[in-house]
């Protein structure tokens, strides 16, 4: 069994925060601890706009806390997020991610992260190796 404390890996190099200060994400659970996938609370931070295209990973994203929005771009749709709402990416949905108020994210990752990616230029993480 693995257990981990939020406030705790958050001192260490689980955390792993954005070049540009978008938001900061604490892997809580990666691929090498066994899993199929991984698990990380994320902050976007207020007034904020992230390019992601995760082409080689499916991504589940709970909202906690904090309100934005998530704006496909194959189609320009625009969904409102707040606390309760869940979006997946289930087709590699490349998106604009929006934070009108901080949000804390609960986010899972399949296949799983090694730990200290951040996105690459196209919005994306590196494949799995």
Not at 2 to 26: F, H, K, P, Y
Not at 84 to 99: C, P, V
């Amino acid at each position: 069994m693995i257990v981990r404390n939020l406030d705790e890996c958050r001192q260490t190099d689980r955390m792993v925060t954005a070049e540009n200060g978008n938001w900061d994400s604490t892997r809580l659970s990666l691929a090498d601890d066994g899993g199929q996938c991984s698990f990380h609370i994320t902050r976007i931070y207020e007034g904020t706009e992230t390019h992601i295209h995760y082409k080689h990973h499916f991504e589940a994203v709970y909202c906690i806390e904090g309100e934005g929005e998530v704006e496909t771009l194959a189609d320009g749709k625009i969904w409102p997020i707040k606390p309760g709402d869940i979006y997946i990416l289930d087709q590699h949905d490349e998106h604009l991610l929006r934070a009108s108020k901080t949000m804390h994210l609960a986010c899972v990752f399949t296949p799983g992260l090694s730990g200290n990616e951040v996105h690459r230029e196209d919005g994306s993480y590196a494949p799995a190796e």
